[in-house]
């Protein structure tokens, strides 16, 4: 009689999961359930918003659990969370909402880990180039330092390095001084978690696209992730567009970018994937 | 850049007047039994307006998670005056505090997207995480 019963369960277990699977991908609905898994590792500024609205007819989000999850790279980072209490925490993360495409900026930060954990996992490795990157970044934390929370801006730091401050947006005599550091420490970090990831990612899981050619990539993405073009949402492939402009780098000069460019070893990269913008200065 | 920082601070202001709202729904639906239990019916009137909340309360699911939302920062305001304050003062903080980022993070996955939600940037698309705001423009 248990085996019975059992076989019936599995029985409406198995008709419920091939329900999911058929169900239709309708806009303005997302599937109950997870269909497949996606990490987008690209880090900020790259186009995780553009990634995420992409797939948006998917359960996909930007910035998942943003703050639980940069608290504990911190933690990590500092050594007051052990490497098997990370890997709790980001399997318990994959869990709660059970995404088909997480395309937070902070994956880059443990890109080993996900491919370690999630063996059915694939990975949308979105680069820019640094100097778009940089001015980009620049932009945003000068423009919306003031309405951050404290956990964030300790998240830029380790991005721009210990001289950011929420404020510098509002005082250009001090954004002047602290601009070189700031430039300095934000290649350092370009360099560093674009080599990151490459070296992380498994080839045979992993698609690498660039950030200037992320509109023209919908096929791409369709065909690495397996779903039909006409559910991937063209309309919210850019969604984010910086409006105030600060022209950090312009103020910076063009020595101390090619300074922190060549100690952070940037071309490497920069030659591989945007041979054109190498040599160029902004 | 005048008229693009009169709009980034209209954007904050309009955030913090939903914040307080939703705030002083909770707080006051925490302590008045007919309030909490017309709430609880219409769980979306606590984070959008009435003529949005009618029309995006029609998925049972997402209704669910927003009851539990409610009902657990209620009893917490009911137990702790302090907590009422912090829900006034940072709702986000308040509902990190009080364990529910992951109940919020399963209603986003839920939630279809509207530009509203993903049309921000890095620090002012986290004021807009919830979701729960985008019938509230």
Known sequence: VVGARLAVGVGLIQTAVRAVDTEPITPGRRPRERRFRVYNVGIAKTGTQSVAGIFANYRALHEYLFADTVEAIGRRSAGEMSDGAFREFIRWRDGVARLDVDSSSYNSFYADVLADEFADARFIFVIRDCWSWLDSMLNMVLHTGAFMPEWMTEHCRTILGPRYAPELGEDAV???????????????????????????????????????ELSESLPRLADFVGVPLDTLRSDLRHVHR??????????????VLRGAYTRAGCAGLMQRFFPEAASALP | ???????????????????????????????????????????????LRPDA?????????IDDLRRQIATQLMDRVAQDPDFASLLRQDLFQAIRTAGLAPQVEQLRAEKPVADEVTGFGWGSSWWWVLGWLSGWG
């Open chain 2, 53 to 61: 909340a009618e029309a995006d309360s029609h998925n049972a699911l």
């Open chain 1, 242 to 255: 910086g409006t105030r402009r600060f022209h950090a780098l312009q103020a910076v000069g063009g020595d």
């Open chain 2, 1 to 47: 850049m005048d008229d693009e920082r009169r709009m980034d601070e209209q954007r904050v202001r309009k955030v913090k007047d939903a914040h307080a709202r939703i705030a002083e729904t909770l707080i006051q639906s925490a302590a008045e039994p007919r309030l909490r239990q017309q709430l609880l019916d219409r769980p979306a009137t606590v984070f």
């Open chain 1, 174 to 212: 001090e954004l002047a001084r602290r601009l070189p550091g700031l430039v300095t420490a934000g290649l350092d970090y370009w360099a560093r978690a674009n080599w990151f990831v490459l070296s992380a990612l498994p080839r045979e899981r992993s698609i690498v696209v660039r950030t200037n």
